[in-house]
């Protein structure tokens, strides 16, 4: 059995650990190796590569989580075994990367229009010390400074859609992420389809040509795994599942994969 969690995030983007401390922590609960999925990142990889390598049968599987809009949906399109060093890639990256700084920026100056005095400066140095600024990073501080008291609650109130200090972000869309993530090698597949508004936009994902559907995720109830598991049998496509985890919450390994049960990833690494 080679248990695998297939859905982190690190320091590089929105989680907390960073990416030799993920790793020893996933060795260290007895899984058999993770996907370093950040947020439209591809920095911590390198690391956590080199960690594993310390490791006796810990492998890491190079990953992003791309975030894209189709429609009014925000919608998220993980990647595996996606080639880090591409240029093609790393050019896209760039892309997002500075969309999001920009959008980080008006974030903060929107809150400050609230009355809500957070330190601008300091937050955004810290975050270019992990190169990525995001509203998990902002409710964190939100967090901090006492203006809420949980991150759900910080996107209720403020950085959520239609909430006074959201701001539109980069449209990279699904077909874009799809396409990008095929032509440097890798596997294309939804994250969190339990989390969309409207079953419309995994047909579309699946349209497209995505690869394979994240059914075992933390915040899917049981009927979402056993439905998104028939669909992947009637489309011909991937199963996957990982905790999503930021370093918030323990979750790490809670749910993983057997990749023994997962041929496609298992010979890619053994």
Same mark, same amino acid.
Do not use: Q
């Given at each position: 059995?080679?248990?695998? =969690?297939?859905? #982190?995030?690190?320091? %590089?983007?929105?989680?907390?650990?960073?990416?030799? &401390?993920? !790793?020893?922590? *996933?060795? *260290?609960?007895?899984?058999s190796g993770i996907? !370093?999925? =950040?947020?439209d990142s591809i920095d911590g990889i390198p690391e956590a590569i080199a960690e594993s390598n310390t490791i006796n049968d810990f492998k890491v599987v190079p990953g992003i989580e +791309?975030?894209? !809009? $189709?429609?009014? $949906?925000?919608?998220?399109?993980?990647? %595996?075994?996606?080639d880090h060093q591409s240029s093609k890639l790393k050019d896209a990256l760039i892309q997002i990367k =500075?969309?999001?700084w920009i959008r980080g920026e008006k974030i903060l100056q929107k809150l400050e229009l609230l009355g809500i005095k957070l330190p601008m400066e300091a937050i955004i140095e810290e975050a270019r010390k992990n190169g990525f600024i995001g509203r *998990? #990073?902002? *409710?964190?501080?939100?967090? =901090? +400074?006492g %203006? !809420?008291?949980?991150?759900? &609650?910080?996107f209720d109130l403020y950085l959520g859609k239609d909430r006074p200090a959201y701001v539109e972000r980069f449209e990279l869309k699904v077909n874009e992420a799809i396409e990008i993530i095929h032509s440097i090698g890798g596997i294309s597949v939804l994250a969190h389809p339990g989390l969309l508004l409207k079953m419309e936009t995994v047909t579309f994902c699946i349209e497209k040509g995505i690869m394979g559907i994240e059914c075992f995720h933390t915040k899917h109830s049981k009927e979402d795994t056993e439905f998104f598991a028939k669909l992947c049998i009637m489309n011909g496509l991937l199963q996957t599942g990982g905790s999503d985890f930021h370093g918030d919450d323990e979750i790490l390994g809670i749910v993983s994969i057997d990749l023994d049960h997962l041929p496609q990833f298992k010979e890619r690494l053994f």
């Open positions: 059995m080679k248990l695998f =969690d297939l859905h #982190t995030h690190t320091k %590089y983007s929105d989680g907390l650990l960073t990416p030799g &401390e993920l !790793v020893r922590k *996933a060795s *260290a609960i007895g899984l996907s !370093v999925t =950040d947020h +791309f975030s894209c !809009v $189709e429609g009014d $949906e925000e919608v998220h399109v993980l990647g %595996y075994f996606i =500075d969309e999001r *998990a #990073t902002i *409710a964190r501080n939100l967090i =901090d +400074f %203006y !809420v008291h949980s991150i759900p &609650e910080a």
